[in-house]
């Protein structure tokens, strides 16, 4: 329930705070007084988008605030699943600055619109004119018709079983697709595959090879230059002998001074790190051999090796045996993908059983609840001035399953005796569809519990013991819920138990627009001018005095 709305710096409204009470309220005023300004300013709070040239903000912040009574609302799973604060009276706001910023809260906590548009959904139920359009809509029906079948819990676990059946098919689908594409390259990767097992790569490095291959190829070269060296630092007339004279012809004067002994040591080392070095040369010699088989062979594999880097753009063998992996992983994952398709026709199968029941059981209550809507909303007709009318519930068969389930359904209407019944968005006229929308939604009122309902104009095309009719319903539906009308028929008005009056008014250079809660006396003023017009008769307001009696 709302109890309590505050508007600051909203189009012609500077400041309007107003108390709201259960049952009916009124709201009405002259054309162009700025009632729709109140629908607008709430659907702020509805997470619509803001129009800054409406709003005329120059330097002022637009505020609007609401709070709601939430107790009977069921929302304590809202609040805790988005770390709210919980209590029985909920603050909503929204706020824009001058520069088009907009902030919205719940109960002072910062929340995104997308949240202030979910929780608002659950408090406010705004019908306007454009809204009417959705009785033509399938999703519209789908709902009135579930609410009359009251099989709430039936289509939550279709729902259920219906999205785990879709999540299976789309794995399904993908997993085909990609065993079909692996299929497709499967012939190409074991090639690849064949091209990789056959080189040893995990004992081939191309730098070393092309190294041992150069040593080989100049092995006579290089044996020749290995032998040549040791003899020319350890033969006859070599360096060591050099090194080794020298060193004994400082041996004679080593222990008379320092720096000769030291000179002495250093000759030593030399001789022996000579005598060393010629022993490797002439070892490694010893092992150099040209060896024209390993040549072919080591050539054969280095040209295979550079041929894979090149042809598969890659620089180690390391990658190679990277690649090599994943393509054996890719061949051995077709065996897994046939296991993995087998398992999941066989889920699908079971979870489109569970969705088939759940659909019949879903079809057999909508073609019930179907005869007692029609049987109903005749009634809400007859109260409405549809005498003639007629709404029927056509339900089909579709082709296949869908969120509602595998039923098509259209309402059909016709507002006199002998007439086509056609699609109800396509032959209802404008007060009709205002009427056949009311009638619905006081048809659900009695199956689920409905939101605020604030209704914009919805008597439009309607008067007289018509519009009396429409009151008289409007305030059987706010004794199980808040309703709010905005409306310019007395009939209506009369009816209410809380009346506001919309006034524009000039103040200084500016117009602005206010709220009134009328009284009694008031009420009967409000009234008479609503039937007669500026000018007040005595009867008039004895007119109104009636209505605000039968009310």
């Known amino acids: 329930m709302l109890q309590q709305i505050t508007v600051s710096n909203y189009a012609l409204i500077e400041h309007v705070q107003l108390d709201w009470s259960s049952g009916l309220t009124a709201i009405t005023g002259e054309t162009g007084s700025g009632k729709s300004i109140l629908?607008?300013?709430?659907?702020?709070?509805?997470?619509?988008?803001?129009?800054?040239?409406?709003?005329?903000?120059?330097?002022?912040?637009?505020?609007?605030?609401?709070?709601?009574?939430?107790?009977?609302?069921?929302l304590s799973v809202f609040f805790q699943e988005n770390d709210l604060d919980a209590d029985d009276y909920t603050t909503v706001r929204r706020e824009i600055t001058a520069s088009g910023k907009s902030r919205a809260f719940i109960n002072d906590t910062p929340v995104s619109l997308q949240l202030l548009r979910e929780l608002s959904s659950h408090l406010v139920d705004i019908h306007s004119q454009h809204e009417n359009q959705l009785l033509g809509r399938p999703g519209f029906q789908f709902d009135v018709l579930d609410q009359v079948a009251a099989h709430q819990q039936v289509?939550?676990?279709?729902?259920?079983?219906?999205?785990?059946?879709?999540?299976?098919?789309?794995?399904?689908?993908?997993?085909?697709?990609?065993?079909?594409?692996?299929?497709?390259?499967?012939?190409?990767?074991?090639?690849?595959?064949?091209?990789l097992t056959r080189l040893p790569?995990?004992?081939?490095?191309?730098?070393?090879?092309?190294?041992?291959?150069?040593?080989?190829?100049?092995?006579?070269?290089?044996?020749?230059?290995?032998?040549?060296?040791?003899?020319?630092?350890?033969?006859?007339?070599?360096?060591?002998?050099?090194?080794?004279?020298?060193?004994?012809?400082?041996?004679?004067?080593?222990?008379?001074?320092?720096?000769?002994?030291?000179?002495?040591?250093?000759?030593e080392s030399l001789c022996v790190e000579v005598r060393d070095?010629?022993?490797?040369?002439?070892?490694?010699?010893?092992?150099?051999?040209?060896?024209?088989?390993?040549?072919?062979?080591?050539?054969?594999?280095?040209?295979?090796?550079?041929?894979?880097?090149?042809?598969?753009?890659?620089?180690?063998?390391?990658?190679?045996?990277?690649?090599?992996?994943?393509?054996?992983?890719?061949?051995?994952?077709?065996?897994?993908?046939?296991?993995?398709?087998?398992?999941?026709k066989s889920r699908l199968a079971i979870c489109e059983k569970s969705v088939e029941a759940h659909s019949i059981k879903l079809t057999k209550?909508?073609?019930?609840?179907?005869?007692?809507?029609?049987?109903?909303?005749?009634?809400?007709?007859?109260?409405?001035?549809?005498?003639?009318?007629?709404?029927?519930?056509?339900?089909?068969?579709?082709?296949?399953?869908?969120?509602?389930?595998?039923?098509?359904?259209?309402?059909?209407?016709?507002?006199?005796?002998?007439?086509?019944?056609?699609?109800?968005?396509?032959?209802?006229?404008?007060?009709?569809?205002?009427?056949?929308?009311?009638?619905?939604k006081s048809l659900v009122s009695k199956y689920k519990s409905?939101?605020?309902?604030?209704?914009?104009?919805?008597?439009?095309?309607?008067?007289?013991e018509v519009a009396n009719k429409v009151g008289l319903l409007l305030k059987e539906m706010s004794d199980k819920m808040q309703v709010i009308c905005i409306t310019h028929l007395p009939q209506i008005a009369g009816k209410a138990q809380n009346h506001f009056k919309v006034l524009k008014e000039v103040r200084g250079n500016s117009t602005v627009t206010s709220v009134r809660n009328l009284k009694s006396d008031e009420r009967v003023e409000e009234l008479a001018e609503m039937l007669g017009g500026k000018n007040i008769s005595t009867a008039t307001r004895q007119s109104a005095r009636e209505l605000l009696g039968a009310g």
């Open 39 to 74: 629908i607008g300013a709430l659907g702020l709070l509805l997470g619509e988008r803001a129009d800054l040239k409406t709003l005329d903000l120059r330097d002022k912040k637009c505020v609007v605030e609401a709070v709601f009574d939430v107790r009977k609302a069921g």
């Open 155 to 195: 289509l939550t676990e279709y729902r259920s079983a219906f999205q785990e059946w879709k999540d299976l098919r789309d794995e399904l689908e993908s997993t085909i697709e990609r065993e079909r594409q692996l299929r497709l390259d499967a012939d190409y990767m074991r090639f690849q595959l064949e091209e």
């Open 201 to 267: 790569l995990e004992k081939l490095d191309s730098n070393k090879m092309e190294q041992e291959l150069e040593t080989l190829q100049n092995a006579e070269g290089i044996k020749q230059v290995l032998a040549k060296s040791s003899e020319m630092l350890d033969g006859d007339s070599g360096v060591s002998s050099s090194l080794i004279l020298v060193k004994n012809n400082l041996s004679k004067f080593a222990s008379v001074n320092g720096e000769l002994d030291s000179f002495h040591k250093r000759l």
């Open 277 to 344: 070095l010629s022993e490797e040369l002439s070892s490694y010699a010893d092992g150099v051999e040209f060896d024209e088989e390993r040549i072919q062979n080591l050539t054969e594999q280095f040209n295979q090796l550079n041929q894979l880097l090149l042809k598969h753009r890659v620089e180690t063998s390391q990658d190679l045996i990277l690649l090599r992996e994943s393509i054996s992983g890719k061949l051995n994952t077709i065996d897994h993908l046939d296991e993995r398709i087998t398992n999941l």
């Open 365 to 440: 209550g909508r073609v019930k609840a179907a005869t007692k809507l029609e049987s109903d909303v005749l009634k809400y007709f007859s109260e409405t001035g549809l005498l003639h009318a007629e709404l029927k519930c056509k339900i089909e068969s579709s082709d296949s399953y869908t969120l509602f389930g595998k039923n098509k359904i259209q309402f059909l209407f016709r507002a006199n005796k002998g007439g086509s019944l056609l699609p109800v968005g396509q032959v209802a006229s404008g007060g009709e569809m205002s009427r056949v929308m009311l009638a619905l």
């Open 450 to 464: 409905l939101p605020v309902l604030i209704l914009d104009e919805i008597d439009q095309g309607i008067s007289g």
